[in-house]
């Protein structure tokens, strides 16, 4: 692709307050939030939708934007890509995930293990401002940044 590629992502909460991560190939085996590219034509919340169901078979509800970032040929992921990441945060239902070929593991994991994790691309600093937001009891502000 000639030009930046709009993608979404989300940091999707079960009804245990824990947020998903998947392992993924594409992100040096590292454990990054599902989503994926905007079809064009296609609103964002529903581009989330859409490929948080195929990447997890989960449905999601109450979606807040949280952050705008840009990666411009990051070496952090598997091919040279100038992406724009908008990404949310949501709520979901369901414990059950169903992974495509996307990704090769997840887990659900409460915000201060994060640490934990082997995180890939700036997953990292984004659960970390919203970890801090959340401790701090302030509302969450879009941060931008990469």
Not at 4 to 26: Q, Y
Not at 65 to 75: A, C, G, H, M, Q
Not at 84 to 91: A, E, P, Q
Not at 99 to 126: C, M, Q
Request: net charge negative; with cysteine; hydrophobic share 35%.
């Amino acid at each position: 692709m000639k030009y930046p590629e709009p993608t979404v992502g989300a940091i999707i909460f079960n009804p245990d307050n824990k947020i998903l991560l998947c392992k993924s190939h594409k992100w040096n085996n590292k454990y990054v939030i599902p989503g994926g590219h905007i079809e064009l034509g296609e609103k964002m919340e529903e581009a989330l939708k859409r490929e948080i169901l195929e990447e997890t078979g989960l449905e999601i509800y109450d979606i807040k934007l949280i952050s705008l970032k840009e990666s411009v040929f990051s070496d952090t992921f598997h091919k040279g890509k100038h992406f724009i990441f908008i990404d949310y945060t949501c709520r979901t239902n369901s414990y059950e995930v169903t992974l495509n070929d996307e990704a090769e593991e997840y887990e659900w994991v409460d915000l201060r293990e994060i640490d934990n994790y082997e995180l890939g691309g700036f997953v990292k600093s984004l659960l970390m401002e919203l970890k801090n937001s959340k401790e701090s009891q302030n509302k969450v502000e879009i941060f931008y940044g990469y």
